[in-house]
Each structure stands twice: as C-alpha cells, then as structure tokens.
C-alpha cells in the first residue's frame, strides 16, 4: 500500500484543517488506517485510528472532541478533520495502514505515508 498525505498548512489557533491520505496498491478497505504526528524533537504519537469498515475510530484524549477520523473506502481515501486547533497541534502528520491492528503503537502499523505539515499560529 502506497500512502500519499496532504492537506496540511498553515492555520491561526482555534481554525480548521482537512487532511487527506489518499492509498494505492492493495486493497484499501482491508486495512485500518490511523494518524500519527510527531514535532521536531519529540516522538511520533498517535492522534487517531479507523476500523477497515469505517465502523469504529478511537482518538488520543488530547484530540478528543476536536479532530475526526473518516474513511471513504471507494475512494481510498482517509480524513482528519483538526478543528479548534491549537499551537500544540504543530507537528508532521503521518497516515499508516494497519492489516491487523487497530492501535497506538506506532510498531503495529505496516505501511506509512510521507507527512504533511501543519503549523499552527498562536
């Protein structure tokens, strides 16, 4: 699976994004797919993950209420809508296709995209 993010930019604090991660290759629906950021200096750390069906999603408690996780399987293509953002949420955000996992751990993860940037100013 070839993942391809973008959609990234730069934002004032409290606006919203729309990224998209767009997958080639094999079939896209057999994978649960998540999003992971990661700022200069830090770890990558998980933001969210989405069922290969679409049918349940789980959110790390700093992006709860905040960002949403969609997938749209005819198009192969998975979301994270950032509204209310915030300085912290500047990081390089990164897609990742999972066959069998549905996790936090960045280890479980079988395929990563290239990261988009998102700057957010205060």
């Known amino acids: 699976v070839q993942l391809q993010a973008s959609g990234g930019g730069l934002v004032q604090a409290g606006g919203s994004l729309r990224l998209s991660c767009a997958a080639a290759?094999?079939?896209?629906?057999?994978?649960?797919m998540g999003w992971f950021r990661q700022a200069p200096g830090k770890e990558r750390e998980f933001v969210a993950a989405i069922r290969w069906s679409g049918g349940s999603a789980y959110y790390a408690d700093s992006v709860k209420g905040r960002f949403t996780i969609s997938r749209d399987n005819a198009k192969n293509t998975v979301y994270l809508q950032m509204n209310s953002l915030k300085p912290e949420d500047a990081a390089v955000y990164y897609c990742a296709a999972s066959r069998w996992s549905m996790s936090a751990n960045v280890g479980t993860y079988d395929y990563w995209g290239q990261g988009t940037q998102v700057t957010v100013s205060s």
């Open positions: 290759g094999r079939s896209f629906s057999n994978y649960n």
